[in-house]
């Protein structure tokens, strides 16, 4: 158990090129706390599932919690503003059956001075955000958007704010992953490059006279690195979302890999002396960001002081927020709760994105099962998923409907179609070319399978050998040979990129949501007792 003096080792640290004596009370001081990737956490969550069912010291965050650290720190600061970098949508049932109303309503109690967007905040589309977006009490921002197209997003969004505070002019601006484009479903919506939008904001932004510029970027660490080396001549501060990353000082508290220091400092390419700030807090409520900086004059930053948060259960949670999350639990409970089977072993998610996992086989043969029940076709079926479908873990014992929404939130149609073993084997390469990790390969898109057994190669892309079930054996798969393909509908009209799959396959058959798909599939199964069988091998 942490003590709240000491859930972040305070790092005290002067820029290089500033000499270490700096008197504090001669320069502008700017708190700065920040959140990101909510991702729904209105309950207590753990660093395996998204609800804490445990009531032990494995549960982390949560609304409450993380409502009362943000008021604490507020009450404490000098002089503070409060950011969310996105993705507050999705990723547990909260979402999935209550949707932008609790979001809206929860979000709107934290005196947040601006916010930018996720690209989950697209999952339902332009219509599903609209109304989040009208009531929200903060601004929120997004340069690299353009909506024009879009006319039920007109003036609910700004390029960036400026806000006055104790006489200095701050400007933020914010920006979106392009990856929306094809993760989510923005409509109509475009996305421009955020670096050449970011520079020209800030530019403009500097034009202006505005005394600090800080990004709120929803577009992962590597991209706020790299925006802060190559244009950040006039930025000062990003904070940022979407990779889910953590800096921290030290030894990680949760056990998750750390990606840096907090803060990480980042000097600027084409202005010598002049570094940027990096921050970013994790994701799913489990930290708390919290940095103060120091400015002179000129506005050039001379000092900081670093403490994130690690939101566990030394910290309370408000117990006003608790009453009012409570009515809206007993609603979900009433649905989420029922017992639809068992499974004898805690079925992991992380793995699933380097190699075979037990929970990728049970929902892979889920799907393919699903489709011989319901298409009658004499061509054999494979079914297929991605890593990044699977949001979530179920943990050893029973399983419940509310485990099966968290692992599958995006209500995601299911379809069958046939397709050609040459685009399989194109859908399967594609799935080594983007990664979180390039060694060893740990990836979004890493294949989980039923129905065939699979060799990737993530040193060089390649696939093979590739062998699929055919009459109670596997034979190597042909190129021109159609084959019965199952897979989320999303990927058959060319999510991510799969355009093979869209412009091949023919005699597209709708099977049903994947999460109710999947709760018939546990119940027939049951007791689920889970033993992988070598179908996928990953070679680094």
């Given at each position: 158990?942490?003590d ?11 820029v290089a ?11 502008y ?10 991702h729904?956490?209105?309950?207590e ?13 494995q ?8 409502y009362?650290?943000?008021?604490t ?7 503070p ?9 999705q990723?547990t ?7 932008w ?14 916010s ?13 955000l609209a109304p ?9 921002i997004?340069?690299?958007l ?11 969004y ?8 104790k ?5 933020i ?6 990856e929306?484009?094809n ?15 970011v ?10 006279g ?8 929803h577009?992962?660490?590597p991209?706020?690195?790299?925006i ?8 000062d ?25 907090y803060?990480?400092?980042v ?9 940027v ?8 409520s ?9 400015f002179d004059?000129?506005?050039?930053l ?9 939101l ?6 408000d117990p ?18 029922e017992?639809?089977?068992?499974t004898?072993e805690d079925?992991?998610?992380p793995p ?12 892979a ?17 494979v ?6 479908m ?14 099966i ?16 073993g040459k ?16 060694k ?11 129905g065939m ?6 040193t ?9 079930e055919?009459d ?10 159609y084959?019965?393909f ?8 060319g ?8 412009d091949n ?6 099977l ?10 546990i ?12 179908r996928?091998?990953?070679?680094s």
């Amino acid at each position: 158990m942490f003590d709240r003096a000491c859930v972040g080792f305070i790092l005290c640290v002067c820029v290089a090129f500033v000499n270490n004596a700096v008197i504090k009370n001669d320069l502008y001081q700017l708190d700065i706390v920040h959140f990101n990737d909510f991702h729904d956490r209105f309950e207590e969550t753990t660093v395996q599932f998204p609800v804490c069912k445990s009531d032990d010291d494995q549960c982390l965050g949560g609304f409450a919690r993380l409502y009362y650290e943000i008021n604490t720190l507020l009450k404490e600061k000098q002089n503070p503003l409060l950011l969310n970098a996105g993705d507050v949508f999705q990723g547990t049932y909260w979402y999935t059956l209550l949707k932008w109303e609790v979001e809206q309503n929860f979000m709107n109690m934290l005196p947040v001075d601006a916010s930018a967007l996720g690209n989950h905040e697209f999952d339902d589309g332009p219509a599903g955000l609209a109304p989040y977006l009208a009531g929200l009490r903060s601004p929120v921002i997004a340069a690299n958007l353009d909506a024009s197209n879009e006319p039920s997003l007109d003036g609910l969004y700004k390029p960036h704010v400026v806000i006055e505070k104790k006489g200095r002019r701050i400007g933020i601006i914010g920006l979106i992953t392009t990856e929306t484009a094809n993760s989510s479903n923005p409509g109509n919506v475009t996305f421009l490059d955020p670096i050449e939008t970011v520079k020209k904001e800030a530019q403009q932004l500097t034009d202006e006279g505005v005394d600090i510029i800080i990004v709120l970027s929803h577009c992962g660490l590597p991209l706020d690195i790299k925006i802060a080396k190559e244009v950040g001549e006039n930025i000062d501060i990003i904070v940022g979302g979407h990779s889910h990353s953590l800096l921290w000082n030290g030894d990680s508290p949760s056990k998750e890999d750390i990606s840096g220091p907090y803060p990480e400092l980042v000097p600027t390419e084409n202005k010598p002396g002049h570094s940027v700030v990096v921050v970013t807090a994790s994701a799913f409520s489990k930290y708390l960001g919290n940095i103060t900086t120091y400015f002179d004059d000129n506005g050039d930053l001379q000092h900081f002081e670093a403490s994130p948060i690690f939101l566990n259960r030394s910290i309370p949670e408000d117990p006003e927020i608790k009453a009012l999350l409570k009515p809206y639990k007993a609603k979900l409970d009433g649905i989420v709760n029922e017992v639809v089977g068992t499974t004898s072993e805690d079925l992991l998610g992380p793995p699933c994105g380097a190699r075979e996992c037990a929970l990728g086989d049970l929902v892979a043969d889920a799907l393919r099962a699903k489709a011989m029940e319901k298409v009658n076709s004499t061509l054999p079926h494979v079914a297929f998923i991605q890593r990044n479908m699977l949001r979530g873990s179920i943990s050893k014992g029973d399983v419940s409907r509310g485990a099966i929404i968290n692992l599958l939130p995006f209500t995601n149609k299911v379809s069958t179609v046939e397709l050609q073993g040459k685009y399989i084997l194109e859908a399967l390469r594609k799935c080594l070319t983007v990664n979180w990790v390039p060694k060893p390969f740990t990836g979004p898109w890493m294949p989980q399978i039923a129905g065939m057994k699979v060799t990737l190669n993530t040193t060089d892309g390649t696939v093979g050998p590739v062998l699929v079930e055919e009459d109670d054996q596997y034979l190597p798969i042909e190129e021109e040979k159609y084959y019965q393909f199952t897979t989320m509908h999303f990927l058959i009209q060319g999510g991510n990129g799969f355009t093979m799959i869209k412009d091949n396959a023919r005699n597209i058959s709708n099977l049903g949501i994947d999460s109710k798909l999947m709760e018939s599939y546990i119940r027939e199964v049951t007791p689920i007792t889970p033993k992988l069988d070598n179908r996928l091998t990953v070679l680094s």
